[in-house]
Nanobody
Framework: QVQLVESGGGLVQPGMSLRLSCEAS????????MSWHRQAPGKERELVAG??????HYADSVRGRFTISRDNVKNTVYLQMNSLKPEDTAVYYC?????????WGQGTQVTVSS
């Protein structure tokens, strides 16, 4: 059974940093696409950053502040978040896809508040 497990969320002040991790277990398949999404209260889930193969892509709202990376040996994808803003507050989800199959993690809460 494939599982994606996120970790690293928490409560931070504006301007601080967090690093999210998402580890895939139960599979040796390398996902074609791994991405991070977020959902704030009352809003739709949105794409934050994705990695297609080794190429990163970012939402305009996070470009220059967030960095996505992956470790294929550990089957893990990371999201380094710097210069966090209150509007980054959301539940962050990891997604992995291979072929027509996609998998989601359970989410990790990120709260940016003074």
């Amino acid at each position: 059974q494939v599982q994606l497990v996120e970790s690293g969320g928490g409560l931070v002040q504006p301007g601080m940093s967090l690093r999210l991790s998402c580890e895939a277990s139960g599979t040796r398949v390398r996902f074609n696409v791994m991405s991070w999404h977020r959902q704030a209260p009352g809003k739709e889930r949105e794409l934050v950053a994705g990695m297609i193969g080794s190429r990163p892509h970012y939402a305009d709202s996070v470009r220059g502040r967030f960095t996505i990376s992956r470790d294929n040996v550990k089957n893990t994808v990371y999201l380094q978040m710097n210069s966090l803003k209150p509007e980054d507050t959301a539940v962050y989800y990891c997604r992995g896809s291979v072929g027509t199959n996609e998998y989601w993690g359970q989410g990790t809460q990120v709260t940016v508040s003074s």
